[in-house]
């Protein structure tokens, strides 16, 4: 999973910085409730960018314009769980970080839609794959991971090989949630269908907190379903925690 999208900094000083919250008054929250969108069920989605350009210049002169579309989606809550990697080990380019994040959408037409609305795509800058991942089941939990100590991040996309029986499936629930109870994996989406049934969807993801790729391998591999082949995996370094979800 070759991972872009840049623009970190401009994204990160221009538009994420908060200001104290003030709390509104009546006719602000009568306006709010008019303005609200109807409730629509949202699948999460991994994007995977991927560069098409080596015009420096190109990327430079679309920076505004695309960290404002980033922004917006951010602050509504349609990207969320972002990890910005300024050390990338796959398809780096210049000093641009690449980001890895997830998408909400109603559907994959709904995702491409918006995808295909940024700047980056329809310049030519990036392409894109999307990856249905399932449910967000694990938040971050910063206390747990800045006691076990701040490392890089990789994010593991599985998928089921065979379908797992009830007991061995206790068993790696109960060891990805000692995991995530040490700070060691984060972010944890899950698709119990894709793992129950042949289909097009990844059965999950994780991001897992190491110091190397070697050291985020050998936790994962200690899982039962990649002792037991229930499971395959592939790896992808991140880089580190940017924005999680937008919960204003």
Known sequence: ???????????????CKQGEKKEPDGSQMENKA?????????QNYAVVFNWATQDEKLVMENTVPQSDQLLAL?????????????KAQYDK????????FTLKA???TAAKAILND??????????YTIHPVGTLWLKRDAKKIEQRGLTSSYVAVW?????PDMDITKKQNDAVLELYNEGAIENVYFDIEGTQKQNQK?????????DSEEGAKAIIDDLPFVKEQIASYQLYPVGIFWMGLNEE
Request: aromatic share 20%; net charge positive; proline share 3%.
């Open 159 to 163: 998928n089921t090989n065979k379908k």
């Open 74 to 86: 951010w602050k509504d809550s349609t990207v969320e769980n972002v990890y910005y990697d300024a």
């Open 202 to 210: 990844t059965d999950f993801v994780f991001f897992v907190n190491a």
């Open 93 to 100: 380019f210049s000093y641009f970080p690449n980001i890895t």
């Open 106 to 108: 109603e559907d994959k």
């Open 34 to 42: 008019s303005n609200e969108k109807p409730f629509v069920r949202t």
């Open 118 to 127: 940024l700047v980056m795509v329809k310049k030519g800058i990036a392409t």
């Open 1 to 15: 999973m070759k991972n872009i999208a840049f623009l970190f900094v401009l994204f990160l000083f221009s538009g």
